[in-house]
């Protein structure tokens, strides 16, 4: 396999790494918190437990159900159209909040994200009491993976990358992948602790609505796929 080949698949991970972490949910949500009410150093902390959690997530989603696919055939074209129209969902769901048919009973990320802290909150409590430190894990943890969406999302969307690639192109995509998580989370962490007082819902939107298009268009990508796997 050349090189070109190989920057090719990294930068696809890298690229759907950063469309898959940067939507605004409740990792980011608590990376953010921590941005915004700790020290910088405790922040980046943060954000370095948040990513191993993370990195943890999506190397499951990965390597897991694409291993299966391998030796399914049937599995790795059900998760291709499954997945392809989930990913498109979800970017749709990104580009045109508010129209994907949720309920008012549906949570928020921040009512999730409170709900993971009161959990790690009575955890700690038993292992522990107050340290700090074991508070940022144990929520840390429960925000990737206490969080089906996450999983759900991950085990198609990365899943049915997997089984589109080729074993040596496997690992360059999936370190783009995990240096995508890596340069958002700490570059999140860095933006929102120098410039706080700059970010506004207009911003957020329109990063989520960015990322969205990039969804999609994997999402496409992903469909195709699977129509030329069929025919």
């Not at 090719?8 to 898959?20: E, I, M, R, V």
């Not at 972490?21 to 990792?27: F, K, S």
């Not at 049915?160 to 995508?180: K, N, Y």
Request: some cysteine.
């Amino acid at each position: 396999m050349d090189k070109r080949r190989v920057w090719d698949s990294f930068f696809q991970g890298l690229t759907l790494g950063l469309a898959y972490v940067a939507p605004i949910g409740m990792q980011n949500l608590f990376v953010i918190d921590s941005a915004l009410t700790k020290p910088r150093r405790r922040a980046l902390l943060t954000a370095l437990i948040v990513l191993f959690f993370d990195v943890s997530l999506s190397l499951s989603c990965f390597f897991g159900i694409g291993r299966l696919m391998q030796d399914h055939a049937w599995l790795k074209l059900a998760i291709l159209a499954i997945g392809g129209l989930v990913v498109i969902r979800i970017g749709a769901g990104l580009l045109f909040p508010g129209k994907g048919g949720d309920d008012g009973a549906a949570q928020t990320p921040q009512s999730r994200t409170s709900q993971s802290q009161g959990l790690a909150q009575r955890v700690t409590s038993k292992f522990g009491g107050g340290s700090e430190l074991l508070h940022t894990i144990v929520t840390a943890g429960v925000v990737t993976w206490c969080n089906p969406q996450a999983i759900i999302d991950g085990t198609l969307m990365l899943g049915a990358f997997s089984a589109t690639l080729t074993v040596g192109q496997s690992t360059p995509f999936i370190t783009g992948v995990e240096t995508a998580s890596a340069l958002w989370f700490f570059g999140i962490t860095l933006l929102v602790s120098l410039f706080s007082h700059r970010f506004s819902p207009r911003i957020v939107t329109a990063m989520n609505r960015v990322c969205g298009a990039v969804v999609v268009l994997y999402g496409v990508k992903l469909l195709a796929d699977f129509a030329m796997a069929v025919l």
